[in-house]
């Protein structure tokens, strides 16, 4: 009989070059993957350094995300993990108590990047977490070394009619809802431009009036004078102590002049709000004032609503009242609007 030989089975030489294949392709995925991550984290913090992204119409929002998520964090919810080793740090340097060293840890600045992680990342610029004043390994205060009663959620009434709601927590965080009426008009300034006397048929004097003053009055002056759209400056006639010959004006059509004579602001539309705007930012003690006053600085924490040198001093009086007074630092500190608070018990 014929006996079988066995055959010996062929090798399949595409096996391992299909293995191969594969192999690169999850490798090019892995590099797609990895290079998607990066530009997404490279596009977070870049975030961070832009002006103005801290802010959202309606809300002032810190954009500032932890690393490795998208999430980000409102100023008012801040948490400071850093905190107690600086201050134990700056205690065995010498400092004389944890007062003293807390003052020395807000010395430092106010540039750190991620305040409330254990990631010490810090940028050039101040502020760069997205909420200006809590950038810093510590909050603004802390209640030990301060005289702080401001804890809890308290409703405010202004003069003017206006309406708030301010709450406060013990590291000197404070979230401020507001009306729409307690938010300043805006001006644009433009140089070498004026508005002319606006002369109408029955021969009346366009301006509003003239007076001499210094910008930041005039600003205010056409606040409080009806139908003031606009101040143009006469910067030929400037006394010693900085006030300019101004006119007040009910229209906005300027004309350009050469030469650097005339200054005008422009009354300007405000960023929508739908119907008010809540804001965050730190207090800080008042230098100067009185025991137990404190400075909310109004343009950090909505600089495009407030304007440079806008603040509010935050009291208590003995009766438990919360007392807030508007300034203006460039009108020399001027109180321009007052409010008293009572405590919100239905929050409580």
């Known amino acids: 009989a014929a006996r079988q030989v066995p055959t010996k089975k062929s090798f399949n030489f595409r096996l391992p070059f299909a293995a191969t294949g594969a192999y690169s392709m999850l490798q090019q995925a892995f590099v797609c993957v990895a290079g998607l991550w990066l530009v997404w984290s490279l596009a977070q913090r870049l975030l961070l350094l832009i002006p103005g992204q801290a802010q959202v119409a309606g809300m002032a929002a810190a954009p500032s995300p932890s690393p490795g998520t998208g999430l980000g964090r409102q100023c008012s919810t801040y948490t400071y993990p850093q905190c107690e080793d600086a201050i134990k740090w700056y205690l065995q340097q010498g400092a004389k108590d944890r007062c003293k060293a807390f003052e020395k840890v807000k010395a430092e600045g106010d540039s750190v990047m991620f305040p409330y992680t254990a990631q010490r990342d810090v940028c050039p610029a101040q502020g760069c977490c997205g909420c200006p004043g809590q950038c810093s390994r510590c909050p603004p205060l802390l209640p030990e070394c301060s005289f702080w009663r401001f804890d809890g959620t308290w409703r405010v009434a202004f003069e003017d009619g206006s309406e708030a709601v301010y709450k406060f927590d013990p590291q000197g965080h404070v979230e401020a809802k507001m009306s729409e009426s307690l938010l300043p008009p805006v001006f644009k ?56 010959y101004a006119h007040l004006k009910s229209t906005t059509n300027m004309v350009t002049l050469p030469g650097k004579r005339w200054r005008t602001l422009i009354r300007q539309e405000r960023p929508p709000t739908y119907g008010g705007l809540t804001i965050a930012g730190p207090l800080k003690p008042q230098e100067g004032g009185a025991k137990g006053a404190f400075v909310l600085d109004l343009h950090l924490a909505a600089e495009k609503f407030f304007g440079e040198g806008t603040i509010e001093v935050i009291t208590m009086t003995g009766s438990r009242e919360l007392q807030i007074e508007r300034r203006l630092q460039q009108l020399g500190g001027q109180t321009v609007l007052k409010g008293t608070g009572v405590v919100d018990r239905d929050v409580m």
Do not use: M
């Open 189 to 244: 300034p433009y140089d070498n431009a004026y508005i002319p006397q606006n002369i109408p048929q029955d021969g009346a004097h366009g301006d509003l009036l003239s007076r001499w003053v210094t910008e930041a009055e005039g600003e205010q002056l056409c606040i409080e004078t009806t139908g003031c759209q606009a101040v143009s400056f006469d910067l030929t006639k400037r006394t010693d102590q900085g006030h300019y």
